[in-house]
């Protein structure tokens, strides 16, 4: 079966289709994406056409989350840019412990709002691990949510290929968090109790995840347009208690937004927290 092509009208309907469920801006100069990742549905359901597809999944949520699935991008990576966990281990969690006096097993809660195939979460967990020590002293829970439920299965999993672990990861890291399997590498058990997993639209309440003491939300606002970024800014922002911590990605930030983050700069490192 020679690839399809898609149509004026079919990437019109596509474009409309992804915005309305996932807030993820795409346009014309896409095209060569939709066709290279939606074909394989077409060949996997017999579909002469991107129409066909689209009627499917209008009926099929099953269809549609495929589609989501296949559209949406999943590049991560552990400890990527890694300011943001410098920040973590050397200031954030450090300031919050503090706040919290003498309390008995003080407790944090730390979202990865957009968690992909589990790196970054994981590697949040990791640096809690080697700072706090004794977990047992802490109440430490950490939320990876992605919109992805194939992304959400391989983070669940816990496993990585050797490439994967190839970028961010320490020979050290990976031995004291890492076992080793056939394919690859599995993230330890003790590792694992720290993170759960589950699905999120951030263009959609976010309420049911209660309040947070640290977000991560890297390299999510930039598929969004500019009315869209303030929604999800206010969404994040009711997510938060008074004084959490929010993180962007290293091209991103709260310019033009005003709202209810105060800009910080901690060592040449940005952040922004609730006023």
């Known amino acids: 079966m020679v690839r399809v092509k898609i149509t004026d009208q079919e990437m019109t309907r596509y474009i409309r289709l992804i915005y309305d469920l996932t807030g993820i801006v795409l346009d014309e100069s896409k095209r060569y994406l939709f066709e290279t990742r939606l074909f394989p549905l077409l060949k996997q359901y017999g579909l002469q056409n991107y129409s066909g597809l689209y009627q499917k999944a209008q009926k099929e949520r099953l269809v549609e ?30 300031e919050l412990l503090e706040g919290r006096g003498a309390m008995l097993r003080p407790r944090i809660r730390i979202w990865s709002a957009a968690a992909s ?7 949040i967990a990791m640096v809690c691990q080697e700072l706090l020590v004794d977990l047992s002293r802490y109440q430490i829970e950490i939320i990876g949510t992605d919109i992805s439920t194939k992304c959400l299965y391989r983070a669940h999993l816990g496993r990585y290929t050797k490439f994967e672990l190839s970028r961010g990861m320490t020979l050290d ?36 995840f209660g309040l947070f003491d640290i977000i991560f939300c890297r390299n999510v ?16 922002a009711q997510r938060c208690s008074a004084g959490s911590y929010l993180i962007l990605g290293s091209t991103e930030n709260l310019l033009g937004y ?4 105060e800009r ?12």
């Open 264 to 275: 910080k700069v901690f060592q040449d490192k940005v952040y922004y927290q609730r006023k």
């Open 65 to 94: 989350q495929e589609i989501i699935n296949l559209m949406t991008t999943d590049e991560s990576y552990f400890f990527r840019d890694n300011a943001p966990f410098d920040l973590l281990y050397q200031k954030i969690i450090p």
């Open 258 to 261: 005003g709202g209810q983050f």
């Open 117 to 123: 195939n589990g790196q970054e979460a994981y590697s």
């Open 221 to 236: 606002a930039v598929y969004f347009n500019a009315e869209d970024r303030k929604r999800l800014f206010d969404r994040l």
């Open 173 to 208: 890291r990976l031995n004291k968090h890492f076992t080793k399997t056939e394919e690859g590498y599995e993230v330890r058990e003790s590792l694992r109790k720290l993170v759960q997993f589950r699905q999120a639209n951030l263009h959609q309440d976010l309420s049911r």
